[in-house]
């Protein structure tokens, strides 16, 4: 009995806390020396994210900025078989900007569907039609010369294109949104694109916010700032957060200078306050924008061992971001939680069987774990 319904509390736990939260990595279609990467490229990457020592949860997803593999029309990209290879969930993204069709884009992802199949379909948790398009078009985007952008019109007509072009496919119910920055999520001239998004993805870089105090030390209240103003224009639509991180080098913006030591702060002081409570693609865990100075990459050569140190402070509480449920054999004791021993809860088959990258778990993981089994015990105790 005590056992019974403790499962059942674990299991709750382990399934509110877990399941669909997002927690993953931006990727874009070339590398930062602008080759087109391939299957075997992504596979990499994915498996890298996968296993990455220190992660506090499974970086299991994958945001896509197109469908269409680059130096090809209507190919589709090498990333899909490989997150079917790696079993990585995907937010695609569809190129909007400098375009008047997305063809291209749609030919790619039907193809996909056709040759993948629900192999395919399965893993995909969105649909972002554009990337910061938006605050391309707007005043400041083009005083910093960021290159072509679309109208609000113009996505919002696009978004219509999709959900039509997918409404008989086995994504006729995967949500569909735009990513913007926060800036074009409060600007009142892309209320329609809020109105016809499922979710609202934004993209929240403090580094780059040079009017708004942005040392390091005050990262977090202006990434808050924005998060809340976006989410308050967002009203009742999910808001997902695309993208977000510090450089570890590049130009300082403001306060805010790039460096390692800041770019490690930023994750443990913003970071871990976000993931597995929010759906999370971070910025980045390796660079593909051979025009951006600044270099955000957690491990520009995709080395399991990351730049710094991934682990969250048990004070930010991080929730669970694994797939499993906590089973009670592999509960921790107390005493490891408090030593700064990182232990495997053995629920990555991809991780456990290579010592040293024991992780998908961390010590603010096992903090949270224990509260909860602890938590569990009493009460299945108190039932009983
Ligand atoms: C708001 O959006 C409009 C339309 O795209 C644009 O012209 C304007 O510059 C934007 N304002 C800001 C502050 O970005
Ligand atoms: C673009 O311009 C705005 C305001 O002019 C500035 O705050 C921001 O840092 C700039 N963004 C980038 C990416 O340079
Ligand atoms: C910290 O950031 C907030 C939000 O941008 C800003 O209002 C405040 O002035 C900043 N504080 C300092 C000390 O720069
Ligand atoms: C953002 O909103 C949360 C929740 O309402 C609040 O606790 C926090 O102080 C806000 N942060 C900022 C910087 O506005
Ligand atoms: C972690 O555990 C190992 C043995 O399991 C022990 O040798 C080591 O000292 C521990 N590290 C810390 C920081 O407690």
């Not at 669909?20 to 075997?40: E, H, I």
């Not at 375009?99 to 972002?128: H, M, P, R, W």
């Not at 808001?239 to 800041?262: C, M, R, S, Y």
Request: net charge negative; with cysteine; charged share 20%.
């Amino acid at each position: 009995m005590r056992v019974t319904n403790f499962l059942a509390l674990a299991a709750f736990f382990g399934a509110t806390i877990a399941d669909d939260v997002y927690l993953g990595f931006n990727s874009g279609s070339t590398t930062d020396s602008s080759t087109a990467k391939r299957q075997a490229d992504f596979e990499k990457e994915f498996t890298v994210a996968q296993t990455l020592q220190g992660t506090p949860g499974l970086f299991n997803s994958i945001r896509l900025y197109t469908n269409v593999q680059a130096n090809t029309d209507d190919t589709p990209i090498e990333a899909f078989p490989a997150a079917i290879k790696t079993n990585t969930k995907l937010l695609l993204g569809l190129w909007c900007s400098g375009t008047t069709s997305i063809d291209n884009e749609l030919n790619a992802l039907t193809k996909a569907i056709k040759q993948y199949g629900k192999d395919f379909t399965d893993l995909v948790v969105g649909i972002s039609v554009g990337s910061e398009d938006l605050y391309r078009v707007s005043a400041p985007g083009i005083k910093n010369k960021s290159g072509p952008g679309a109208s609000a019109n113009t996505i919002v007509g696009f978004i219509k294109d999709v959900r039509n072009k997918l409404k008989d496919t086995a994504l006729s119910k995967t949500p569909v949104g735009h990513v913007d920055t926060w800036t074009s999520w409060v600007n009142e001239s892309n209320k329609d694109v809020i109105a016809n998004s499922d979710f609202i993805g934004t993209n929240l870089f403090p580094y780059y916010e040079d009017d708004k105090g942005n040392a390091i030390n005050n990262a977090s209240n202006v990434f808050y700032a924005a998060l809340n103003a976006t989410e308050k224009a967002a009203g009742e639509k999910p808001v997902w957060i695309t993208e977000t991180g510090w450089p570890a080098t590049g130009p300082d913006f403001g306060q805010a200078k790039a460096t390692l030591d800041n770019a490690k702060s930023f994750w443990k002081d913003v970071g871990c306050t976000i993931f597995g409570r929010k759906n999370v693609w971070w910025y980045v865990l390796r660079d593909s924008n051979p025009e951006n100075k600044a270099k955000f990459a957690i491990t520009p050569k995709l080395d399991t061992t990351p730049q710094f140190d991934l682990t969250c402070p048990v004070s930010t509480g991080t929730p669970i971001a694994t797939d499993s449920t906590p089973s009670p054999s592999r509960t921790p004791s107390p005493s490891s939680t408090s030593t700064g021993n990182s232990t495997s809860t053995g629920n990555n088959d991809q991780t456990s069987d290579k010592p040293g990258s024991a992780t998908g778990t961390s010590v603010s993981f096992m903090g949270t774990l224990t509260a909860v089994l602890l938590t569990g015990f009493a009460l299945a105790a108190w039932i009983v």
